[in-house]
């Protein structure tokens, strides 16, 4: 990957949220406990699914990895955020920038696909209840889980090769409050259209490929919810997935209002708070949206709140 670039840039100005003392005072304070909650309702979960005899499944394997997916890529974005809003220089060397971009993109392709994949666990269990066990089987995750990792790691490879060799003519002054791909392109002075397109393609596989596949799982698993006579098990089906279409709905929405587009059609405000969403937002709300939906997560809640205070 080459770390260099034509034009000696040595370090980024993040223009940030606000240039308001007293905002970024307020802001502070609501992305500190923003990320504690984060921090606290991930771990929760990660402790609760290794733990818990009940949550020793596929399902819940998959959703430690979301709860370790989203503590990286918080802790990625907002510690930096948080120094930066208590500083008055806000800048970042260009080494720091690179990595950001591409540990930040990384983390975000991998939970695209470990969306897709929890889809697909659904729709096993649901439509396919007696094959269940022997189609998704512990070394099944694990290999899964490993695969997802590798993939969201290279995949991201060739959006930042191609995004840390454009020509920056000396611009340095990025309007976010992170280094984001859109943001660094921005900042380019050629025409970076065949960039543009090759970014949107690889935007198209790790986003709307996965979604769609997402959107066939659903379909097939609602189509069989439907079939079940009983209206407790249709309502207890219903619950079990409710959960990850709401988690797919907020990530992959803000994801493609951000990098399924140019640059002629982007608000770098706009960006800003799309960008919140799915890098902070999304974190804290993933645990809060299992554990409030789910009975098993709140009852391995309750069990493990008892056995700690007596």
Same mark, same amino acid.
Not at 41 to 53: A, K, S, W, Y
Not at 176 to 182: I, K, S, Y
Not at 199 to 222: A, K, R
């Given at each position: ?32 406990? *923003?990320?504690?909650? =984060? ?106 889980? =490993? ?60 986003? *709307? ?102």
């Amino acid at each position: 990957m080459s770390w260099r670039n034509d034009t000696v840039v040595t370090e980024f100005v993040l223009r940030g949220l606000s240039s308001e003392p007293r905002t970024q005072t307020i802001l502070f304070v609501a992305f500190l406990l *923003i990320y504690v909650i =984060i921090l606290v309702g991930n771990f929760l979960i990660i402790t609760l699914t290794t733990t818990d005899i009940n949550l020793q499944t596929p399902m819940y394997f998959f959703l430690t990895n979301l709860s370790v997916m989203d503590i990286c890529v918080s802790s990625t974005t907002i510690p930096r955020m948080l120094k930066d809003l208590l500083s008055v220089k806000k800048t970042i060397s260009y080494v720091e920038c690179a990595a950001q971009m591409y540990i930040s993109l990384s983390l975000g392709e991998c939970e695209c696909i470990l969306l897709a994949i929890m889809a697909y666990d659904r729709y096993i269990a649901i439509c396919y209840p007696l094959h269940y066990t022997i189609i998704i089987t512990r070394s099944v995750c694990i290999k899964i889980a =490993i695969g997802t990792w590798v993939c969201g790691f290279l995949l991201s490879i060739c959006h930042i090769t191609l995004t840390l060799n454009i020509n920056l003519c000396g611009q340095n002054e990025i309007n976010h409050f992170l280094c984001e791909v859109p943001e660094f392109l921005s900042l380019g002075c050629q025409n970076i259209a065949i960039v543009e397109y090759v970014i949107f393609i690889v935007g198209v596989i790790i986003l *709307i490929i996965p979604i769609t596949l997402i959107c066939m799982s659903y379909t097939q698993i609602i189509l069989n919810i439907l079939k079940i006579s009983s209206l407790e098990g249709q309502k207890k089906a219903f619950s079990t997935c409710g959960s990850h279409m709401m988690v797919v709905a907020m990530f992959y929405g803000s994801a493609m209002a951000v990098y399924m587009k140019t640059r002629s059609t982007s608000s770098p405000n706009t960006d800003k708070m799309i960008t919140v969403f799915y890098f902070i937002i999304s974190p804290m709300l993933n645990p809060l949206i299992y554990t409030l939906r789910n009975k098993e997560v709140k009852a391995a809640l309750t069990k493990f709140w008892k056995n700690k205070m007596f």
